[in-house]
């Protein structure tokens, strides 16, 4: 008798209509926001102290360290591969952060949205039909733009022109490297673990197991 290698499991897609969200679903991005929230704001007191010394000297170098940002839309859309759960996710991580207290304050809604539509982009593009480590990638890769146009006109206006191009590559890196490949391997520990067996990554675990 032959089995299929598990690297043959099929994708998992959203149960039912793409649009037609569960009350698990609503639950599961309301509470991964509000984890990656409390998250997002220790990380900014380590982001103003020992991160942004490193950068002084080059403060492009700042955008090595912002993929972190990134990763709540990128678990979001991971895990419930819905439409729009990639953007609701960093939404409301952004606006539990801001509610927390950091120095952008009220402006991070702003970044969470911009990052939101990044990620949210990636799986659009592939009609929330494919969920692999490639997609992750392009979500925290597409995380960066749309931040990056943000940040050099709100935040950086007196850096050079060479300054800002050059931050913009350096937050794609962050982004692909801590978001794309953190998030996917976040969320297959967290598939692994039993804790997302209602939902797609989870039911992928189990085909894997079962063959």
């Given at each position: 008798?032959?089995?299929?290698?598990?690297?043959?499991?099929?994708?998992?897609?959203?149960?039912?209509?793409?649009?037609?969200?569960?009350?698990?679903?609503?639950?599961?991005?309301?509470?991964?926001?509000?984890?990656?929230?409390?998250?997002?704001?220790?990380?900014?007191?380590?982001?103003?102290?020992p991160i942004s010394a490193l950068g002084l000297a080059f403060q492009p170098l700042?955008?090595?360290?912002?993929?972190?940002?990134?990763?709540?839309?990128?678990?979001?859309?991971?895990?419930?591969?819905?439409?729009?759960?990639?953007?609701?996710?960093?939404?409301?991580?952004?606006?539990?952060?801001?509610?927390?207290?950091?120095?952008?304050?009220?402006?991070?809604?702003?970044?969470?949205?911009?990052?939101?539509?990044?990620?949210?982009?990636?799986?659009?593009?592939?009609?929330?039909?494919?969920?692999?480590?490639?997609?992750?990638?392009?979500?925290?890769?597409?995380?960066?733009?749309?931040?990056?146009?943000?940040?050099?006109?709100?935040?950086?206006?007196?850096?050079?022109?060479?300054?800002?191009?050059?931050?913009?590559?350096?937050?794609?890196?962050?982004?692909?490297?801590?978001?794309?490949?953190g998030g996917w391997l976040l969320t297959r520990a967290l598939a692994q673990a039993?804790?997302?067996?209602?939902?797609?990554?989870?039911?992928?675990?189990?085909?894997?197991?079962?063959?």
């Amino acid at each position: 008798m032959t089995t299929k290698a598990p690297d043959s499991v099929r994708t998992v897609l959203a149960t039912g209509r793409l649009t037609g969200w569960r009350t698990v679903d609503l639950l599961t991005i309301a509470f991964l926001g509000v984890a990656f929230g409390v998250a997002y704001w220790g990380y900014g007191l380590l982001y103003n102290g020992p991160i942004s010394a490193l950068g002084l000297a080059f403060q492009p170098l700042f955008g090595l360290f912002v993929g972190f940002w990134f990763i709540a839309g990128v678990v979001g859309g991971l895990v419930v591969r819905r439409p729009g759960a990639a953007l609701a996710c960093e939404l409301i991580a952004a606006t539990v952060s801001a509610l927390f207290g950091n120095q952008w304050g009220v402006t991070t809604i702003v970044s969470g949205l911009a990052q939101g539509i990044g990620a949210e982009l990636a799986f659009a593009i592939f009609a929330y039909k494919a969920f692999g480590p490639l997609v992750a990638v392009l979500a925290g890769a597409l995380s960066a733009p749309l931040e990056w146009i943000y940040e050099v006109f709100a935040y950086f206006t007196d850096w050079t022109w060479a300054w800002k191009l050059a931050y913009l590559p350096l937050m794609v890196v962050s982004g692909v490297v801590i978001a794309g490949v953190g998030g996917w391997l976040l969320t297959r520990a967290l598939a692994q673990a039993g804790a997302l067996n209602p939902f797609p990554p989870g039911q992928e675990v189990l085909e894997r197991r079962a063959v």
